[in-house]
């Protein structure tokens, strides 16, 4: 079946334009999670979605981020006012079981460069 | 707070075997897992003990000692497609599952 689906691929923007990145989860997951990985690091965890609501937000470096999935299903995230410093790979993953489970399926991700 | 350690880098030749160690300090904690990841690709679920011991599968075994904090991935039969980053990972599911990684361990092998 088909696998988590990220994107765009890669996206190249300018210094504080807004972007949007999207997430397809495995069909009927209901746990979707964002994490950012910067080169040569492990996977950093920004948010986490139980259906619909935001369960944990912990990870949200500011409010320049946000992130939505308003049906339980695909979900967006949003980066305001971009800096260079958020070049990063964005990496989407989904569970079958609240709480993760034992394994999670990452996406490719969207490798994201701040010019 | 959560942290792991493991080696930045590993070397080993085909055919070898490998051992990948992760220490780790989190306040509670709930089973270790192992992900690989190729060069631009998406991690993948490799193994998760929760338990003390080992845990086969194929030619990759993972292993864990919670009285020492303490796991390894284990790699048998190596080959060049084994080359790759290996991260170990604990998950805190107070916080909804979220996974706390290390920074990776890049395995090449070597002809």
């Known amino acids: 079946g088909a696998g988590v689906s990220q994107t765009p691929s890669n996206k190249v923007t300018e210094k504080g334009k807004y972007v949007e990145l999207r997430c397809d989860p495995i069909s009927g997951h209901t746990a979707l999670y964002w994490y950012r990985q910067s080169l040569g690091q492990g996977p950093e965890f920004l948010i986490y979605f139980q259906g619909t609501g935001a369960a944990d937000d912990s990870g949200l470096p500011n409010d320049r981020f946000f992130a939505v999935r308003p049906e339980g299903s695909v979900s967006t995230l949003k980066i305001q006012r971009t800096e260079r410093g958020d070049s990063a790979v964005y990496l989407c993953?989904?569970?079958?079981?609240?709480?993760?489970?034992?394994?999670?399926?990452f996406g490719p991700g969207t490798r994201l460069t701040v010019l | 707070g959560q942290s792991l350690e493991q080696p930045s880098e590993v070397t080993a030749v085909e055919g070898a075997i490998v051992q990948i160690n992760c220490t780790y300090q989190?306040?509670?904690?709930?089973?270790l897992s192992w992900y690989q990841q190729h060069d631009g690709g998406a991690p993948t679920f490799l193994s998760y003990n929760a338990l003390d011991g080992l845990e086969e599968t194929g030619r990759f075994s993972s292993f864990l000692s919670r009285s020492d904090s303490y796991g390894y991935l284990l790699l048998q039969e190596l080959q060049m497609k084994d080359s790759a980053s290996y991260f170990c990972?604990?998950?805190?599911?107070?916080?909804?599952?979220?996974?706390?990684f290390g920074q990776g361990t890049e395995l090449s092998v070597k002809p």
């Open positions: 990972a604990v998950r805190d599911p107070n916080q909804g599952g979220k996974l706390i």
């Open positions: 989190t306040s509670g904690f709930y089973g």
């Open positions: 993953a989904s569970s079958s079981k609240a709480g993760g489970g034992n394994e999670q399926f």
